[in-house]
């Protein structure tokens, strides 16, 4: 299952989870298991010759781990013949995980999967069932190649007629190993709703209403044109929407009852699908720290960006309101530099891949929908600034099959010699770019090169890098010890960040999640 942040991947699984949960005497054995801490890993590899063996090892234990929950769950209280206590998983996960490898009790840490299969059928027997279905959810997110591989290479080998392995994983970043196929070893199905689709707009406001007070919704509901503009600039991701929403009312308790104070109107509207935009791009920038050797890519992709909004507003403007396009056409074949700019925007949720389209002589093109708060923000659907809410609102629902921009790789990314260049990471001596992956001396002053760590180098940004106002991050630094991401990871049970004032138990978990959520 792939898709984008915030597209609903999470709620998916956790749905299957618990709908699996409730059948008590049919369906599967179901494990859920949350890998967004992996790339703490990630050092182990740069340190150690065996790093993907301890990996592996932490895979093993964090999937017994839900294998516990899930007999907890299904209220199972018998003796479970497991090889591995659920103390001892916990315990090991958390060493692995802080790189404390010196203090592991080795006794069982030399795991297999057949260990591990052997242990899911014990618990599939305690439970009735026949089969199990393996729910891994962020799995393949960190941002390390080699994790990523041993992943794929687990998720192949794990996968039998009695145990079903389903993974969440992001769109463009994600590194299969060389013996895992598409198509063959697992069936892609994307989890990002398309804003083409007819049921769209129904979908939207439904979940809406769902998650909303019915005040809120009452009153939103009246500005149909707006809603419609707030629901497609969410672009398909659930989450952006709901935190568009939330910030154009404020709620209010009086004499214990809850009050509203709604502010829906066209400016705040704007408001928000401007900071809708720049969240998007906000992601797709992280890349740079993320994936360091793609610097180069993710600067000019930027400047690719610019151009696609340019093409789309140039198509539109002498077009009407009701056949606008959304959607960029690229004639193949795809440049390798620019397809790997277009997966970077699909993992940021700044464009959605939508097939293939044929023209005859004219050639295939592949289609790609354009985030539609760029569009909007950029005046790219209307090209006039005094446009019409109304007009807006019809332009982005209205959809015409034939209304689409075409062009061609060398338009919005000029061939360059040798194509767009790798980022080497630089040498820890002189600051000095080695010269490849593989190089073990710096060419410049000869010291020996050490393996670049992109956990490391995530968790040592400065706090301002979170998306916290200037004054909160400024009021944490100066009534604490905390100044970089590493020092609210390790803030066991965030005691130092309890310390700051107006920081309570709410926001010191909240700022937590942010910086966990800035390394997954």
Known sequence: MTGPRGCGKTTLMLKAYNSLCKKSSSGAFPIYVNFKSSLRLEPIYRSKANGGFWFSQWMYLKIYEGI?????????????????????????????????????????IDLSTYDLEENINQAMMLAGKSRAVLLLDDAAHAFSPDQQRDFFEFFRK?????????????????????????????????AWLNP?????????????????????????????????????????????????????????TVE???????????????????????SAFDIYSSLKQKLPTYKSYVEEGGAVFSRIVDLIK?????????????????????????????????????????????????????LYIINLAALIEN????TTKSFKTDDIATALDSRNAHEFTRTQSENILPEKEGGLKLSMPPCQNCGTERSSEEARFCSNCGAPLK?????????????EVLPLTESRVQTIKCNSSIKYIRDILHDIGHTELRSVPQVGTYWASRIYGLAEEYIS
């Open 196 to 252: 083409e689709d007819e049921h769209y707009f129904t979908f939207m406001t439904s979940m809406l209403s769902r998650r909303l007070p019915k005040d809120v919704i009452d009153k939103i509901s009246n500005e149909s044109s707006l809603l419609k503009i707030m629901c497609y600039a969410s672009f398909g991701i659930p989450r952006t929407l709901l935190n568009m929403v939330r910030n154009v009312y404020i709620e209010e």
């Open 68 to 108: 516990y929950k899930s007999l907890n769950d299904l209220k199972i209280n018998e003796k479970t013949p497991l090889r591995i206590t659920l103390d001892y998983a916990k315990k090991v996960i958390s060493q692995l995980e802080l790189g404390e490898l010196d203090k592991i009790d080795k006794e069982h």
């Open 451 to 463: 393996a670049s760590s992109i956990y490391e180098t995530l968790i040592s940004k400065d706090i």
């Open 158 to 190: 794990i996968k039998s007629r009695s145990l079903s392995p389903k993974a969440a994983i992001y769109p463009g970043v994600t590194n299969f190993s060389p013996t895992f196929n598409i198509g063959h070893d697992a069936e892609e199905v994307n």
């Open 256 to 278: 214990g009852n809850s009050t509203y104070k709604i502010k829906f109107t066209r400016k705040n509207v704007l408001s928000q699908v401007k900071l809708s935009n720049k």
């Open 314 to 366: 140039t198509y539109n403007k002498d077009k009407s309101v009701e056949r606008k396009s959304i959607t960029i056409a690229i004639k193949k074949e795809l440049s390798s530099d620019l397809k790997k700019i277009l997966g970077f925007y699909q993992y940021a949720g700044l464009a959605s891949h939508k097939g293939q389209i044929s023209r005859g002589e004219k050639g295939v093109f592949e």
């Open 379 to 382: 005046n790219a659907l209307i």
